[in-house]
């Protein structure tokens, strides 16, 4: 079984920076593919990075490219989220998940959710 606890959301006027934390506990962390996603109210879960076991295969949606980065800490049982040039339709319940199979891009493929953290950016 793995644990996740998400933090490091808030409330930030666009163009503003926050780094989202994914905590692990459990079985060994270093062993798995990771996934940030975000869920708007009303809407669908969304991918939003991936990371794989040794950080050599990163991929992004497009809406995030040179804006956020995804990376680990694999000593810390940690994966991050550093989010730069926030938009207001970045905001969202964040959440990360431990992919279970199959392509990195569909929620479906995921488990071990944690809580979210919510990110709020104003205009």
């Known amino acids: 079984q793995v644990q996740l606890v998400e933090s490091g959301g808030g409330l930030v006027q666009a163009g503003g920076s926050l780094r989202l934390s994914c905590a692990a506990s459990?079985?060994?962390?270093?062993?798995?593919?990771m996934g940030w996603f975000r869920q708007a109210p009303g809407k669908e879960r969304e991918f939003i990075a991936a990371?794989?076991?040794?950080?050599?295969?990163?991929h992004y949606v497009d809406s995030v490219k040179g804006r956020f980065t995804i990376s680990r800490d694999n000593a810390k049982n940690t994966v991050y989220l550093q989010m730069n040039s926030l938009k207001p339709e970045d905001t969202a319940v964040y959440y990360c998940?431990?992919?279970?199979?199959?392509?990195?891009?569909?929620?479906?493929?995921?488990?071990?959710w944690g809580q979210g953290t919510q990110v709020t950016v104003s205009s």
């Open positions: 459990g079985r060994t962390f270093s062993n798995y593919d």
């Open positions: 990371i794989n076991w040794s950080a050599n295969n990163i």
């Open positions: 998940g431990v992919r279970l199979y199959g392509q990195p891009y569909r929620a479906g493929n995921y488990g071990y």
